[in-house]
């Protein structure tokens, strides 16, 4: 009998489009050779075009989702996404903290890509005291750094993307990378930052349109790379090049954003006129 893949866990609201979430999460861990362990934490009203109403579930069948399949299974990583109220947030510390050997990757959901208000300024206060200390990788996009590094001295004007970073390994986390989707720039530019600054700057070319669930694939997809047994820094990039070639191959099913293809690597390449003329001469 042939051993089993490595186990993530994956902390994450349903999202019945499928294109972010733990759906999001289930199909990047699989693609990439993981078997996802989903923990349901809300169930969401949305399409690809944004989010209309959020019911969170009672903590207390979160913590006993995750503690149920931890019992059970052997998991190598933790992978946090969207999270519902405080009082989940509250319970998911409180699982994580009995497994601190476990590497976390923590992607803050704050708000969807329309907008729409995800966690309210409670839920980003106990994410910054409860999982950040906790988190071995923490994913914002720049919107979500600025929001999560806010600070009271900051009345004179925006800190730059660096100072965010640094605060939010202040809080506790060992690894920050702020993705640029949301920066005014020609190319994407991410950059990952350790405790002793900046560790590699990637750029990626921007494409056209906008994306559902571009960053729980690329967080799914950190945590796939750790769970392999890559090292961070090659895995936060590797991660990267999985997420931008299944933005490149994506699609849209409805009438909103693109959905990333997190199976691009299996749909066959149409054959040439050569190639099938070949093909039959061979035949």
Same mark, same amino acid.
């Given at each position: *009998? ?21 759906? &999001? ?6 693609? *990439? ?14 399409? %690809? ?23 059970? *299974? ?13 009082? $989940? ?20 959901? @704050? ?18 005291? @409860? ?15 600025? #929001? ?14 660096? /100072?965010?970073?640094? #605060?939010?390994?202040? *809080? ?5 990378? $702020? %993705?640029?989707?949301?920066?005014? %720039? ?32 690329? &967080?799914? &997809?950190? &945590? ?15 991660? /990267? ?10 699609? #849209? ?5 693109? @959905?990333?293809? #997190? ?21």
């Amino acid at each position: *009998m042939s051993q089993p893949p490595p186990i993530v866990l994956s902390f994450a609201a349903s999202d019945s489009s499928g294109g972010a979430g733990i759906q &999001a999460d289930i199909l990047t861990l699989a693609s *990439m050779g993981c078997h996802p362990l989903p923990v349901i934490t809300a169930i969401t009203v949305q399409d %690809t075009a944004g989010v209309d109403d959020v019911m969170a579930l009672d903590p207390e069948w979160v913590a006993d989702q995750a503690r149920a399949v931890l019992e059970d *299974m052997p998991v190598h990583v933790f992978k946090i996404g969207m999270l519902g109220s405080v009082e $989940i947030i509250t319970a998911i510390a409180e699982v994580i903290s009995d497994y601190p050997n476990i590497p976390l990757v923590l992607d803050p959901v @704050l708000a969807s890509g329309r907008g729409d208000e995800l966690a309210s300024e409670d839920m980003v206060a106990a994410m910054r005291e @409860l999982l950040l200390p906790q988190a071995t990788i923490v994913t914002p996009n720049s919107m979500e750094a600025r #929001r999560l590094a806010q600070d009271d001295e900051d009345d004179d004007g925006t800190p730059p993307l660096s /100072q965010c970073a640094v #605060r939010l390994l202040h *809080m506790g986390c060992q690894y920050v990378l $702020i %993705t640029g989707t949301h920066e005014n %720039t020609s190319q994407v530019i991410n950059n990952l930052y350790g405790t002793d600054g900046l560790i590699r700057t990637d750029s990626w070319q921007r494409l056209a349109g906008s994306y559902h669930g571009s960053g729980c694939t690329l &967080a799914s &997809a950190i &945590a796939a790379t750790l769970a392999n047994g890559l090292s961070l820094a090659e895995g936060v990039y590797e991660a /990267q090049e999985y997420t931008w070639q299944s933005l490149k191959s994506g699609f #849209r099913p409805g009438m909103g954003q693109y @959905l990333p293809d #997190r199976l691009f690597w299996a749909r066959e390449e149409p054959a040439a006129d050569g190639d099938k003329a070949n093909d039959a001469t061979a035949n």
